[in-house]
């Protein structure tokens, strides 16, 4: 089993920055891709960027710019720096972590951008 937690969210005024942090822990042995997914009220989760064991990056066309993913291999942690934070960024983050077939979530964070 794998642990996913994230944390660094909260309430921002727009065009401020936030970096979240998510590390895994447990059985890590195997994990490959790691990713940000944000699901607002109402609205689908959607990915937001992800990012390979060998740093390959994708991000979605709407935070393209603004955000910036990264990794620590040696820490099994994952960061989403945010800058120039929109109110429509307003969500629930969360982080996914790839094993093999299996994917495993955190509980979410908070991040809310006040205009």
């Known amino acids: 089993q794998v642990q996913v937690v994230e944390s660094g969210g909260g309430l921002v005024q727009a065009g401020g920055s936030l970096r979240l942090a998510c590390a895994a822990s447990g059985r890590i042995f195997g994990i490959s891709d790691m990713g940000w997914y944000r699901q607002a009220p109402g609205n689908q989760r959607e990915l937001v960027a992800s990012i390979t064991i060998s740093h390959s990056t994708n991000y979605a066309d709407s935070v393209k710019g603004r955000f910036t993913i990264s990794r620590d291999n040696a820490k099994n942690t994952v960061y989403l720096q945010m800058n120039s934070l929109k109110p429509e960024d307003t969500s629930v983050y969360s982080c996914?972590?790839?094993?093999?077939?299996?994917?495993?979530w955190g509980q979410g964070t908070q991040v809310t951008v006040s205009s």
């Open positions: 996914k972590v790839q094993k093999y077939a299996s994917a495993y």
